[in-house]
């Protein structure tokens, strides 16, 4: 009992009042608690009640330390941002299934505006998810039937998986800068492909630099830009000539691909550098690669029959292989850990593994800012409820559930996707 206490350490005010005890139905329908076993929550149904709180009653507000995740079990509350603007979560709605505030430091200010119930639970319940991850591929009870995801998972777990190779040029600067060549020796090394210089010196005069006096020559872009930033972006724009397939149907999906893997490289560029608390460079190629993982999966449809290439199939596949595949194709690569943590993480809206912005938690806004108004709120948490909006310095978040920055930064997204497109 005392391990599945470690989950829910209850916090104690000086006179919390509690109503009825918490049903393991309602358990049930609370991310990330829902993945707990069923085993977890009903005993923790059986020792733990919904605290009760009067309206007018202010839960939290904004840059004042927290401690514990805080579940909207009944009533309604309303949530005011950084900029005085205001939503209203009611229990029972999309935004209730997940918790109001999971952060160490809350973004926001929250008053009930009627009697309310709530649920506190440790922080600790946020990483529940990175504690039942395996490197092999684990297919989900409702996916046994999918004869895809089987086959793929046995071609996998027999290490029999073929790792894209990263191009010539990029992986010759990468294995150069960590031997601390010098910035003369990096040019020449690029220089070996004329498409890549250009390319460098059309980022070094793009509006996502402060830049005065045009950038002429590759040694001139590569010393604006930096050297390890300079190698993240040749990886970057060289990345694109592994998106490619025979067959039609993989063809049009890797487009697809490539198309969101920009979009979401552009808003993590633009986040990172807004923030000032990450590399751009580093930032725009996390959110490049940590997909990746997707091509060698679409290469192996690819060569199946015809009969196994069911669509369907493809796409119920493609969230269950993508993160630990990225992972395998990455460590290939021999990236820094960081980056392999984005591709086993970037889908983990609760993923909290250090206590500054990292990498991971930009990657998570990002991409959690994208599928904002493209994907049903019902399976979206509101982004100022996860923890890596809780680190973010000097950007305010928006009652609409959306990152004002980068809402804001459309002609910067835009002028990085027409760099890396072509």
Not at 372 to 380: A, D, R, V, Y
Request: charged share 20%; net charge neutral; proline share 5%.
């Amino acid at each position: 009992m005392a391990s599945i206490k470690g989950f829910f350490d209850k916090l104690s005010s000086s006179e919390p009042r509690f109503g009825e005890k918490i049903s393991p139905e309602v358990l049930a329908q609370l991310f990330p608690i829902r993945n707990l076993s069923e085993e977890i929550r009903q005993s923790f149904a059986m020792e733990n009640h919904v605290e009760l709180i009067a309206a007018g009653t202010t839960l939290f507000k904004i840059d004042t330390p927290s401690d514990c995740a805080i579940y909207l079990i009944s009533g309604s509350i309303n949530v005011t941002d950084q900029n005085g603007r205001s939503y209203t979560v009611e229990a029972g709605s999309a935004q209730a299934k997940f918790p109001i505030c999971c952060c160490t430091k809350h973004p926001t200010t929250a008053v009930a505006l009627s009697d309310i119930g709530i649920l506190r639970v440790s922080l600790n319940i946020m990483s529940v998810s990175n504690r039942f991850q395996h490197k092999a591929l684990e297919i989900p009870e409702k996916l046994r039937d999918n004869q895809v995801l089987a086959l793929f998972a046995d071609h996998y777990q027999n290490h029999e998986l073929e790792i894209p190779s990263l191009p010539k040029v990029a992986m010759r600067l990468h294995q150069a800068i960590q031997q601390d060549v010098n910035l003369e020796d990096a040019v020449k090394i690029i220089q070996l492909d004329p498409v890549i210089s250009a390319k460098l010196i059309e980022v070094a005069n793009c509006p996502l630099y402060l830049t005065v006096v045009p950038t002429r020559n590759c040694l001139d872009a590569v010393n604006r830009i930096g050297l390890n930033a300079t190698r993240s972006l040749v990886i970057a724009l060289s990345i694109k000539q592994i998106f490619t397939s025979n067959s039609q149907v993989i063809k049009e999906r890797l487009e697809k691909l490539w198309r969101q893997s920009l979009y979401l490289s552009a808003l993590c560029h633009v986040l990172a550098a807004s923030s000032k608390q990450a590399n751009p460079e580093d930032a725009l190629l996390a959110g490049l690669v940590c997909d990746i993982g997707a091509i060698p999966f679409l290469s192996f449809v690819s060569n199946l029959p015809k009969e196994f290439i069911i669509e369907e199939e493809i796409k119920q596949a493609m969230p269950v292989v993508v993160g630990a595949v990225s992972a395998t194709v990455l460590n290939e690569w021999k990236f820094a850990d960081e980056f392999i943590h984005v591709a086993l993480n970037s889908r983990n809206w609760y993923q909290n593994n250090s206590e500054t912005l990292s990498l991971t938690d930009i990657v998570v806004l990002s991409r959690l800012h994208a599928l904002i108004g493209k994907k049903s709120t019902n399976e979206l948490p509101s982004i100022t409820a996860i923890p890596a909006a809780g680190k973010l310095k000097n950007i305010a978040l928006s009652p609409e559930n959306t990152l004002s920055i980068l809402h804001d930064a459309k002609a910067k997204i835009h002028a990085a996707l027409t760099l890396f497109a072509g």
